[in-house]
């Protein structure tokens, strides 16, 4: 039972535009939301995340933005370098459960 | 790098072999998770131990079995292999009161 989708696989984006990668969510007892990022043959690395009392996390070029209503959140990179081409999930979990509920993933691809 | 270390990387094993997978968390985590990621999957939660206990099973086969001791670095047993364990399986931590978890660089298992 996915709990956490990643409904693009890929995206595609030209070198210094957005990336908005999304994920939207079940389970309404969610209260902690992350983004990852993983590059081939890595493990994944944390980015960014975002609790449920706030809409909006800023840091440097990553902003997520948390849509409780409609189950949603998403990661804006801007502007999208060559380096951020990888793959990214976004996870999720319950109060006091730290076992964290991952996507698919949307693997990125930057280009020049 | 995110501190947490994983024992081997590579492993190539026949069917019905049992292998063991080692972690080392973070330097003062708690918490220990272990996720598996097959060909073309997202992460799968595999088992989450803290400070030794057993807290969470997630989609872990019977075969399956896993630990963690009093120094906290925790072991995955896997037993009468099959080709469809080959996977790479990740190690995370995390600090007792954090929601934030740290991957390893994960072992990549080859069943043959």
């Known amino acids: 039972d996915q709990q956490v989708k990643q409904n693009s696989p890929s995206l595609s984006v030209q070198e210094g535009r957005i990336s908005i990668l999304n994920c939207d969510y079940t389970?309404?007892?969610?209260?902690?939301f992350l983004w990852y990022k993983k590059y081939p043959a890595e493990g994944p690395t944390f980015l960014i995340s975002?609790?449920?009392?706030?809409d909006k996390n800023e840091d440097g070029r990553f902003t997520v933005f948390l849509n409780k209503s409609a189950k949603h959140l998403s990661l804006h990179i801007v502007p999208s370098q060559p380096g951020d081409s990888a793959v990214y999930f976004c996870?999720?979990?319950?109060?006091?459960?730290?076992?964290?509920?991952f996507g698919a993933g949307t693997t990125v691809t930057v280009r020049a | 790098d995110s501190g947490v270390t994983q024992t081997p990387k590579h492993l190539i094993t026949a069917t019905g072999q049992r292998v063991t997978l080692r972690c080392s968390p973070r330097?003062?985590?708690?918490?220990v998770y272990w996720y598996q990621q097959s060909l073309d999957q997202g992460l799968q939660f595999l088992i989450h131990?803290?400070?030794?206990?057993?807290?969470a099973k997630g989609n872990i086969l019977e075969r399956f079995s896993a630990q963690q001791f009093p120094d906290l670095h925790s072991e995955l047993n896997l037993s009468s292999l099959e080709l469809g364990d080959s996977a790479l399986y990740f190690c995370?931590?995390?600090?007792?009161?954090?929601?934030?978890?740290?991957f390893g660089e994960g072992s990549w298992l080859t069943v043959v």
């Open positions: 389970n309404s007892m969610f209260d902690y």
């Open positions: 996870a999720a979990s319950v109060p006091g459960d730290y076992k964290l509920s």
């Open positions: 975002i609790s449920s009392i706030k």
């Open positions: 131990y803290y400070n030794g206990e057993e807290r």
């Open positions: 995370a931590s995390s600090a007792y009161s954090g929601n934030t978890i740290y």
């Open positions: 330097s003062g985590d708690l918490s």
